[in-house]
């Protein structure tokens, strides 16, 4: 995986909620509103971006840039 990439939210709250425990094991996070088509309306941007990253996302109602939400 990248270095740093993006996970996807429909909300912000569901973002924050992420970036609070990613940041609690030591990720560094900051999520940013999207406008334009499709469904994503908020990302998180995530450092480094790796497995452990991956395991959270379903938990906290996000997606990778590959899947579909």
Do not use: I, N
Not at 17 to 26: M, T
């Amino acid at each position: 995986m990248a270095d740093t990439g993006p996970v996807h939210f429909l909300s912000s709250e569901d973002a924050d909620e992420l970036a609070k425990a990613l940041k609690a094991e030591g990720y560094r996070a900051e999520g940013s509103p999207v406008d334009g088509p499709g469904d994503v309306r908020w990302e998180l941007r995530v450092t480094p971006y790796d497995d452990g990253v991956a395991a959270l996302v379903d938990v906290y109602g996000g997606w990778m840039p590959e899947e579909t939400p």
